[in-house]
C-alpha cells in the first residue's frame, strides 16, 4: 500500500505526464486551423471561423488517443493559418527543441490549419534538433461538420509520433491516412480531404486502424543533420515570392519588394521556372544591388535548374521544392550568408 502511494506522489512530481505504463509521453501543440474551427450548421464547410476551439476540446473528441499515449497539451497560437507569423514559428521551433530534450517526451503532434502547414512543416524539418517523431495535422472540414476529418486525422498524428519506427524520419504530415515527409508534401485542393499530397516522392507511408507503414524515408538532411538553428534568432531575413505571368514586363513589384528592403525573392517562374524577359532584366539589375534570386515554378510538380549562364550571375535554382518552400530555405540561407554561391549549395543539399 505504501509503495502505491509512493509511487502515486512520483507521478505527481513528473509535472503531469504519468509513467505508470509503458505507453509514450506526447506532448500536442495547438496553433489553430480548420481542426479548432467550428460553426452553427453541421452541413457548412466553407464560412466557418478556423482556431476558436482549445487544444482541450480537440483531445475531448478524441479520447482514444490516451489508449495510444500519454498526453500533454499546449496551445501555441489560435489561428487560421493563413494568418502564421514568423514569431509564431519561432515560438513553436525553440518550444518543440525543449520538449525533446527531456527523456520524458518521446514525440510531438501539431495541430495545424492546413493552408499553410507545408511551410511550418519544412520550417520545422530544418531546424528541430532530434530524432524522435514530429507530426502535423489538421483538417479540411471543421470540427462542427458532418464527417469531420479532424477526430481521425488527430488518431493518427498521435499513433505515428507514438510509433518506434517513426525516429529519425525528419518532420512529417498526416493527412487523410497518408504520412507524408515535410520535405514534399504539399497542398493540392482547395477542399477535399484528400488534400495533400507529395507529387515528386509519393507517400512516406500510411496509418490503418492507428498501424503505421513505411515506404521510405527522405534522404535530404532535415532535423540533427541540417546546419539550420533557431537557438539565437529573433527574426527571420525577409523573403518574398513574386509571380511570373505573360506580358509581365515592367517588373514594378520586384522593384517595390527590393526597395521594400527584401533580401530575398523567390520567383513561381512559369514551366520550368522561367522568367519574363523584362522582368529577369529587373531581377538582374537588383542582384547586382545584393539581391539574391531562387527560380521555382507555379506548375505545382517538378524539377527548376538554372541555366548556367543565369548560375553564373547568381540565379539558384530550387530543384523541387515549390516556391512557398524555395522560401522558407532561402531565409534560413539568409540567416547564415549572403553569399549566392554558398546559397546555392543549401539548394543543391536540402
Ligand atoms: C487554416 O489554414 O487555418 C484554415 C484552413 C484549414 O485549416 O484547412
Not at 476529418?149 to 491516412?177: C, E, Q, R, T, W
Request: glycine share 8%; charged share 15%; aromatic share 6%.
Amino acid at each position: 500500500m505504501r509503495v502505491i502511494l509512493c509511487y502515486i506522489v512520483f507521478l505527481i512530481g513528473m509535472g503531469g505526464i504519468a509513467m505508470a505504463d509503458d505507453k509514450p509521453n506526447i506532448v500536442i501543440l495547438a496553433t489553430g486551423g480548420t481542426i479548432a474551427g467550428s460553426t452553427t450548421s453541421h452541413i457548412e464547410t466553407t464560412g466557418y471561423k478556423a482556431g476558436v476551439l482549445s487544444v482541450n476540446s480537440l483531445i475531448q473528441a478524441v479520447p482514444e488517443i490516451t489508449n495510444l499515449a500519454n498526453i500533454q497539451a499546449e496551445q501555441i497560437s489560435n489561428i487560421d493559418s493563413a494568418d502564421m507569423t514568423d514569431e509564431i514559428w519561432l515560438t513553436l521551433a525553440k518550444r518543440i527543441n525543449i520538449l525533446l530534450e527531456s527523456n520524458n517526451v518521446d514525440g510531438i503532434v501539431i495541430t495545424h490549419g492546413t493552408d499553410t502547414m507545408e511551410e511550418t512543416a519544412f520550417f520545422l524539418h530544418l531546424v528541430t534538433k532530434s530524432t524522435k517523431p514530429v507530426v502535423l495535422t489538421g483538417a479540411m472540414r471543421p470540427s462542427s461538420a458532418m464527417s469531420a476529418d479532424g477526430p481521425k486525422n488527430l488518431y493518427n498524428a498521435v499513433a505515428l509520433a507514438s510509433s518506434k519506427n517513426a525516429n529519425n524520419k525528419g518532420v512529417m504530415i498526416v493527412m487523410n491516412d497518408r504520412i507524408q515527409s515535410a520535405r514534399y508534401a504539399t497542398k493540392i485542393h482547395t477542399l477535399n480531404t484528400d488534400s495533400f499530397q507529395s507529387l515528386t516522392s509519393g507517400d512516406m507511408g500510411y496509418i490503418i486502424d492507428g498501424a503505421v507503414y513505411f515506404n521510405f524515408t527522405p534522404v535530404p538532411p532535415h532535423t540533427t543533420k541540417s546546419i539550420f538553428r533557431v537557438d539565437n534568432l529573433n527574426t527571420l531575413p525577409k523573403v518574398d515570392i513574386l509571380y511570373s505571368y505573360s506580358n509581365d514586363g515592367l517588373g514594378v513589384a520586384a522593384k517595390a519588394l527590393f526597395q521594400s528592403k527584401v533580401k530575398g525573392i523567390v520567383v513561381a517562374g512559369s514551366g520550368a521556372g522561367s522568367i519574363h524577359v523584362f522582368q529577369k532584366k529587373i531581377l538582374k539589375d537588383l542582384m547586382q544591388q545584393g539581391l539574391i534570386v531562387v527560380q521555382s515554378s507555379r506548375v505545382g510538380s517538378g524539377i527548376v535548374l538554372a541555366n548556367q549562364e543565369d548560375s553564373k550571375i547568381g540565379f539558384i535554382g530550387a530543384k523541387d521544392l515549390n516556391p512557398q518552400k524555395a522560401r522558407v530555405l532561402l531565409m534560413l540561407g539568409l540567416t547564415k550568408t549572403n553569399d549566392f554561391r554558398k546559397i546555392n549549395t543549401f539548394f543543391k543539399q536540402y
